[in-house]
């Protein structure tokens, strides 16, 4: 018998000393740090591919908008870090 055993850690520092936070708007389990007060979840859903967010970039806004279904707010903040 293979008993496997995973020891979760904190995101930004590593530390293990890591406790159940709560659950987000989604539903997903969220975890506090105890070393340096980091809180959020541990392994985070990422919807959309470095690609995708290309493709998205190079079209006109309100096309995007539609075509993609993402919204405005989202839009912006892709094009804030591309620049």
Not at 60 to 70: A, K, L, N, P, Q
């Amino acid at each position: 018998m293979i008993i496997e055993t995973k020891i979760y850690a904190c995101r930004k520092f590593q530390s293990q000393h890591i406790v159940k936070n709560g659950k987000n708007v989604s539903g997903n389990q969220q975890y506090l740090c105890k070393d340096c007060g980091a809180s959020g979840v541990l392994n985070p859903h990422v919807p959309y591919t470095e690609a995708e967010k290309e493709l998205v970039i190079s079209s006109s806004m309100r096309g995007i908008e539609r075509t993609f279904d993402v919204s405005r707010q989202t839009l912006s903040a892709w094009l804030k870090k591309s620049l």
